[in-house]
């Protein structure tokens, strides 16, 4: 059994955190600079750097009930971050915890690899049994304090001599390059927890502000009734739609409906649990939060207020995120509500039985939401029966970094070819109501997804350095041939195409669409104002 002090643990912790647990931070470093010159110099100054201010805030959590099972703690979670940071580049923030959180197990399980288990053995088992077993020495208050002080004293001289020794270089580094401190292992993820403490918890009880009161359907009493299918996708990209002109054919079935695609459709955020609440909600991109997502009605509610429209959420995903919880909302993650599934639960199951859901409505306004599993990563070879295997050879494994770029694009493509089929079916459900209803079927994703593209997969990079592929999603309008046809100029409003649009416009687009006046609808957000008919 090691016998150690508790500096000494302490110091030791540090540098095994520096160098095992930083693989990414190191190798963007390396990529950024170069190993050449001064910057090997460099390379050691941020090494001794990390290690001296690692030991400072450690040493905060030096008492003697504290230290262990907060190192513990450390090593177990950082494990976790360093094999996602590693292995698919994210940033662990504080809106990637907060998707965490909500991920559930079904959803966490297409993560979990044998490289995985090697991480957590060597990273978070083997230091953490070190920790468990050493015999911590423990002396005098006063010889411990002394002892602190002048270890934290040693720290602070390292950090102020090398940061004013390389200043210039640490001035750049900053300035240049600040995306890259995202990745200190476990500095970042640790600041992230405390910041999304503060953005999501308030000792106050939430009271949910009410917006849109005054809400109302305005249209001929002889007027056909909306019926409306809201589709909100999963980390679909738009330039992965050959509607958009994507080369390869992923929506052979779409392009023979007439569709208005927008190709320029930018996301609210990179994750569901921001962009699903935020896209929903009545607070543009610049002023949302999550604090206001929460304490703040939706759309839905704004529509429920009319009285006059009949809302149904069916989810294929994990959940609404929130936006459904005042509303009718069925499951369909389970065999026991959808009875299309096989490996998992299919997306075209949530179009069963709707066929009663507007039977039992047919004298009100209906909008249908469906919530799907889509192009969930990274286990993309599973989000489609295997008839939809169009493109090969496909990456099927959740380590993207084993597979090449071409069997990772393969296999997102055959997911969106199967998202192509669904939409498509879901049209087709639609059309048998074209006499009766006035109807559309309105398609948004809520963020993109990173292919490899500069070593990033997946997802929830932070908004202002998220490469475009996360932010650009793909997003279409059909109108139906029927009553709706003649609300709209159809062939006029083809021209916004290649408009610039954000989910921002959800909101007021989907009032318009159900003809609903209220003193929250702004018109200029409504995508399709400019192009109803007089």
């Given at each position: 059994?090691?016998?150690?002090?508790?500096?000494?643990?302490?110091?030791?912790?540090?540098?095994?955190?520096?160098?095992?647990?930083?693989?990414?931070?190191?190798?963007?470093?390396?990529?950024?600079?170069?190993?050449?010159?001064?910057?090997?110099?460099?390379?050691l100054?941020?090494?001794?750097?990390?290690?001296?201010?690692?030991?400072?805030?450690?040493?905060?959590?030096?008492?003697?009930?504290?230290?262990?099972?907060?190192?513990?703690?450390?090593?177990?979670?950082?494990?976790?971050?360093a094999?996602?940071?590693?292995?698919?580049?994210?940033?662990?923030?504080?809106?990637?915890?907060?998707?965490?959180?909500?991920?559930?197990?079904?959803?966490?399980?297409?993560?979990?690899?044998?490289?995985?288990?090697?991480?957590?053995i060597?990273?978070?088992?083997?230091?953490?049994?070190?920790?468990?077993?050493?015999?911590?020495?423990?002396?005098?208050?006063?010889?411990?304090?002394?002892?602190?002080?002048?270890?934290?004293?040693?720290?602070?001289?390292?950090?102020?001599?090398?940061?004013?020794?390389?200043?210039?270089?640490?001035?750049?580094?900053?300035?240049?390059?600040?995306?890259?401190?995202?990745?200190?292992?476990?500095?970042?993820?640790?600041?992230?927890?405390?910041?999304?403490?503060?953005?999501?918890?308030?000792?106050?009880?939430?009271?949910?502000?009410?917006?849109?009161?005054?809400?109302?359907?305005?249209?001929?009493?002889?007027?056909?009734?909306?019926?409306?299918i809201?589709?909100?996708?999963?980390?679909?990209?738009?330039?992965?739609?050959?509607?958009?002109?994507?080369?390869?054919?992923?929506?052979?079935?779409?392009?023979?409906?007439?569709?208005?695609?927008?190709?320029?459709?930018?996301?609210?955020?990179?994750s569901?649990?921001?962009?699903?609440?935020?896209?929903?909600?009545?607070?543009?991109?610049?002023?949302?939060?999550?604090?206001?997502?929460?304490?703040?009605?939706?759309?839905?509610?704004?529509?429920k207020?009319?009285q006059?429209?009949?809302?149904?959420?069916?989810?294929?995903?994990?959940?609404?995120?929130?936006?459904?919880?005042?509303?009718?909302?069925?499951?369909?993650?389970?065999?026991?509500?959808?009875?299309?599934?096989?490996?998992?639960?299919?997306?075209?199951?949530?179009?069963?039985?709707?066929?009663?859901?507007?039977?039992?409505?047919?004298n009100?306004?209906?909008?249908?939401?469906?919530?799907?599993?889509?192009?969930?990563?990274?286990?993309?070879?599973?989000?489609y029966?295997?008839?939809?295997?169009?493109?090969?050879?496909?990456?099927?494994?959740?380590?993207?970094?084993?597979?090449?770029?071409?069997?990772?694009?393969?296999?997102?493509?055959?997911?969106?070819?199967y998202?192509?089929?669904?939409?498509?079916?879901?049209?087709?459900?639609?059309?048998?109501?074209?006499?009766?209803?006035?109807?559309?079927?309105?398609?948004?994703?809520?963020?993109?997804?990173?292919?490899?593209?500069?070593?990033?997969?997946?997802?929830?990079?932070?908004?202002?350095?998220?490469?475009?592929?996360?932010?650009?999603?793909?997003?279409?309008?059909?109108?139906?041939g029927?009553?709706?046809?003649?609300?709209?100029?159809?062939?006029?409003?083809?021209?916004?195409?290649?408009?610039?649009?954000?989910?921002?416009?959800?909101?007021?687009?989907?009032?318009g669409?159900?003809?609903?006046?209220?003193?929250?609808?702004?018109?200029?957000?409504?995508?399709?104002?400019?192009?109803r008919?007089?």
């Amino acid at each position: 059994m090691k016998v150690l002090s508790t500096n000494k643990l302490i110091v030791f912790s540090s540098i095994f955190f520096t160098l095992f647990y930083n693989f990414k931070f190191f190798k963007d470093m390396f990529v950024a600079y170069g190993f050449g010159g001064l910057n090997s110099l460099y390379f050691l100054s941020t090494a001794i750097l990390l290690i001296s201010f690692m030991t400072l805030v450690f040493l905060i959590f030096s008492s003697k009930y504290i230290i262990k099972p907060f190192l513990i703690t450390l090593f177990v979670v950082s494990s976790f971050t360093a094999y996602f940071m590693d292995s698919y580049s994210v940033v662990i923030d504080s809106e990637m915890i907060r998707n965490s959180l909500q991920t559930n197990l079904k959803e966490s399980a297409d993560l979990f690899s044998f490289k995985l288990i090697l991480y957590v053995i060597f990273l978070a088992i083997l230091p953490t049994y070190f920790i468990y077993k050493t015999k911590i020495e423990y002396k005098s208050f006063k010889v411990e304090l002394l002892s602190r002080l002048k270890i934290a004293l040693l720290a602070s001289i390292l950090v102020l001599v090398i940061a004013f020794s390389f200043s210039k270089f640490y001035t750049s580094f900053l300035r240049e390059h600040k995306p890259l401190r995202y990745n200190v292992n476990p500095i970042y993820w640790i600041y992230s927890i405390g910041n999304y403490i503060n953005k999501t918890f308030d000792t106050a009880p939430i009271e949910l502000k009410e917006i849109g009161l005054d809400s109302k359907v305005v249209e001929p009493l002889q007027e056909p009734k909306e019926l409306i299918i809201l589709v909100v996708g999963e980390t679909a990209r738009a330039d992965r739609f050959s509607l958009n002109g994507y080369a390869k054919e992923t929506n052979p079935l779409l392009k023979q409906e007439d569709i208005l695609s927008f190709s320029n459709m930018s996301s609210c955020g990179t994750s569901t649990a921001h962009s699903v609440p935020c896209m929903f909600s009545i607070y543009p991109k610049e002023q949302y939060s999550y604090k206001k997502g929460v304490s703040t009605k939706n759309i839905l509610d704004v529509l429920k207020n009319t009285q006059d429209i009949a809302i149904l959420w069916r989810d294929n995903n994990s959940d609404s995120k929130g936006v459904a919880l005042r509303i009718d909302y069925e499951d369909y993650q389970t065999s026991k509500t959808n009875t299309i599934c096989d490996e998992e639960c299919r997306d075209e199951g949530m179009l069963v039985g709707l066929d009663d859901y507007i039977e039992k409505n047919k004298n009100r306004d209906i909008l249908i939401v469906l919530h799907q599993m889509g192009n969930h990563g990274p286990a993309y070879y599973k989000r489609y029966p295997k008839e939809f295997e169009k493109f090969t050879p496909v990456c099927k494994t959740n380590q993207l970094e084993n597979c090449t770029k071409e069997e990772i694009s393969n296999a997102y493509d055959n997911a969106i070819l199967y998202t192509d089929y669904f939409l498509s079916k879901s049209i087709n459900l639609l059309k048998k109501y074209e006499e009766s209803h006035e109807t559309a079927l309105l398609y948004m994703s809520d963020h993109g997804e990173s292919l490899g593209e500069n070593g990033i997969y997946l997802h929830g990079m932070p908004y202002a350095i998220a490469p475009k592929e996360q932010t650009n999603v793909a997003s279409f309008l059909w109108l139906g041939g029927g009553a709706m046809e003649h609300e709209y100029d159809k062939q006029r409003a083809k021209e916004i195409k290649d408009k610039e649009f954000s989910q921002d416009n959800l909101f007021h687009t989907i009032l318009g669409l159900f003809e609903v006046e209220t003193e929250v609808y702004d018109k200029n957000l409504d995508i399709l104002n400019d192009y109803r008919n007089d």
